[in-house]
């Protein structure tokens, strides 16, 4: 009996838990969830049979470690900055440990320490970071090892709503963590495209989202995210003249998104320091000219520079920017406020189901000519708790799991997955799930750059 | 003979230091200047009787605490985050202190456990904060007493060059600390005009600069300050309808600055992804669309949406944006690369002088007649050393020490001087030393509102 602990039971360790559990019998695992609410806990194994809850306050290092004590094969879901702590307490007691979480410097410190000791410590294997890396190595392999010469490397990933529950003007509901939503994309956007670095300040990132098709539906866009250029050391792209990830949304988001921006409702670092009770339509008009011979509506199209009948306007009136409705306690900042009311607004229904597209884009030169290669995944929920999120940040787990138990990533080095041995019997296990990646190669065309639409 | 200690002797505590120099000998006090680098403390107090120089660890507490025991009242010049650790030393060791920082939320605690124990802990004894509380309260205070009810309250203040050293097209030179000139107003902007809450964006708000004259000449302007909302409960102002603290810049500064935030140069947020160095023109180049057959000065004029021969495009080609000389160290931020290239362009030249403005423009009613008064303070420093700045700074703290010393503030509460038993003595020392407000009272104005001229 292999005794496997996963700590966290929240929204995205769905899938994860379950898939454990269904293996559990045939490939004799005892298998505890752990969790700071052990009603939370309790919801996610009850019926479940393999399957064993437990309530823990993972900041307490007896309770904690009392816990990964008794086990051999440890699964962090929790909040990165505690993957440390238990980290530590892996290394120290002789534990297998694997996260969905970026491997920041702390913890590839502890994974080569891992490393030293015989055990099996490895980070970013989720949806991205993971399953964005393991489907873009392989193609990049295949290229290179027929001789290919990559030109442009693109790569594409979004959490969306399935097209059948898309039911509000922003197309778009929370199917992940709210505050990164708000805060999406600010700072300074960088990418390299034909050679060249380009650089986008925040105030233009949204404005600059490009209508893109993926899958053969043609009713996305993509904005560029903040570093694409780390991807060109961490996929071995030195020299490749464009590379580019970016941020998909149904089409019609992001010029919504960026009115936001442009009204300023995205700042996290200045409390409002208001003493009296204000409406969401008080706290526009802050923005605005103060003309009472105008609506906060029409003020707020001019300042845009938008029909008053355009199509934001109603996404803006939809989510409530002019009405009576109190924005609520008082000192917190604009973006604050504007998550409270996004959390209600982008609710999933009871019976909602959520979808993630991914797209690699990869020009290529070989035998003197240049070909276009397309690897594209969309996947869609089964429901609010079983998510496509859930799914692809989960079952990479639940394969990596299995396959170290059953000895078959011995070969694996790095703390990540970008080696062969471990991406291949991952993405082949995927696909018995029915998750694939869909390939075609296409006549090239130019990677949209984000630039030229501007001003 | 009474013994004082100054901590720091960095730019902004030159005339403190000399000024208590000067008043050692008739004072009978003993003054000790204690900084980090012992070479900086023995320039500012070399040939100077009445001082004596050390060099001191603050953050050791054997060093800071030996030489507070020696000492009966302390200056705290050092940066705000090591106030408390001086703080906490003279509230055990039974010293009187004063800074001329704000009080955050510790350094009010620590100043009402000091007041039991009958010591004087002040804080916002510089000039802002500082000159601007006790003037502006000044102001109000002579408004209610004589039966004026204020309908509006606007205070502007800058630290700028003297006109007859304005010899660069920004009409500015760094006369204090560079970071918070590289990072002023980021977030939401806050004040109230017209009874109405008023908000602007960070991205809108050097483009709403309005024009201004102050003691006369007719060649400043103004921006409003990240949070005025604060000086409502602070200076009792509650249901006054206008409320705004500005920023002064002499007049093409704002329209430029905003150049630098539209293209991205003040985000402080991401370091640069680049590997191979870079010339300030190929940095700017990434910001703009990619257009070989147009220069970067070209392009950048489009993107800012301005004439080829803008005054602005002359500003950039000047500091160095459309130049081959590179932006330096890999990895830093765009705010980085911007602070060390201004660094070096905004440099004092050995015999600069500099110019600090304040004005306080109040409207009130009294006996059924509006009335605006204005009261202006424009200083001009001697040389590099002893700046305006300096001066502004270190007078008002020289006199607390010796209104202090000499028993006249026991009727003192609060730990800022908003009282009239603190302000009013060192206003007019201040006046002694010729530097006044000059008061007029005028016609009102409109208080300018920095939305009319959005977008």
């Known amino acids: 009996m292999k005794k496997i602990l996963v700590f966290g039971a929240g929204r995205s360790a769905t899938t994860l838990i379950w898939t454990l559990g269904d293996l559990a019998k045939q490939e004799k695992w005892q298998v505890t969830v752990a969790d700071a609410s052990g009603d939370l806990v309790q919801q996610k194994v009850s019926g479940r049979p393999g399957l064993e809850g437990v309530e823990v306050n993972v900041e307490s290092d007896e309770e904690r470690s009392a816990l990964i004590k008794r086990h051999d094969f440890v699964i962090s879901m929790l909040p990165w900055s505690l993957h440390a702590l238990v980290a530590e307490d892996c290394l120290h007691l002789g534990k297998h440990l694997i996260t969905a979480s970026y491997v920041n410097a702390e913890m590839k410190d502890l994974a080569a320490k891992a490393r030293k000791k015989g055990l099996f410590f490895m980070g970013e294997l989720g949806l991205d970071p993971g399953l964005d890396h393991m489907s873009a190595l392989r193609l990049i392999r295949q290229i290179k090892e027929t001789g290919g010469t990559i030109t442009s490397f693109h790569s594409y990933a979004g959490g969306l709503i399935a097209e059948d529950c898309d039911n509000n003007p922003w197309h ?11 805060l999406a994309g600010q700072g300074t956007i960088q990418y390299r495209h034909n050679g060249a670095l380009r650089l986008l300040p925040y105030h233009h990132l949204f404005s ?23 991807y060109i050391s961490m996929y071995g792209l030195k020299g490749v003249p464009s590379i580019m990830r970016g941020t998909v949304r149904i089409r019609g988001f992001s010029k919504a998104w960026d009115a936001l921006v442009k009204l300023g409702l995205t700042d996290s670092l200045t409390p409002l320091g208001v003493e009296e009770p204000l409406s969401w339509k008080q706290f526009i008009a802050g923005f605005l000219p103060n003309d009472p011979s105008y609506s906060v509506r029409q003020l707020c199209a001019d300042y845009l520079s938008l029909p008053a009948d355009d199509v934001v306007m109603d996404q803006l009136e939809w989510m409530g920017l002019f009405s009576d409705e109190p924005i609520g306690d008082f000192g917190l900042t604009p973006a604050d406020y504007l998550q409270n009311l996004l959390v209600d607004r982008w609710k999933l229904d009871p019976h909602d189901r959520d979808l993630v597209v991914m797209e690699h884009r990869i020009h290529y030169e ?12 969309e996947h869609e929920g089964t429901d609010p708790d079983k998510t496509a999120m859930a799914d692809l940040v989960g079952l990479p787990l639940a394969h990596a799991t299995r396959l170290f138990l059953n000895g078959r990533l011995d070969a694996v080095t790095l703390p990540v997955p970008f080696e062969p041995c471990i991406a291949e019997p991952i993405l082949d296990a995927m696909e018995s799930d029915g998750i694939c990646f869909r390939e075609s190669v296409v006549a090239p065309s130019d990677p949209p750059s984000f630039h030229t639409l501007m001003n």
Do not use: C, F, H
């Not at 778009?172 to 708000?182: A, C, D, G």
């Open 172 to 182: 778009y509901k929370i199917t992940w963590n709210p505050r990164n939503i708000i």
């Open 366 to 377: 070989q035998n003197g000519k240049v070909r276009e290669i397309r690897s594209s995944l």
């Open 208 to 230: 600059s989202a490009m209508p893109i098709a993926i899958g053969g539906k043609d009713r996305y866009e993509v904005y560029p995210n903040r570093d694409s250029l780390k």
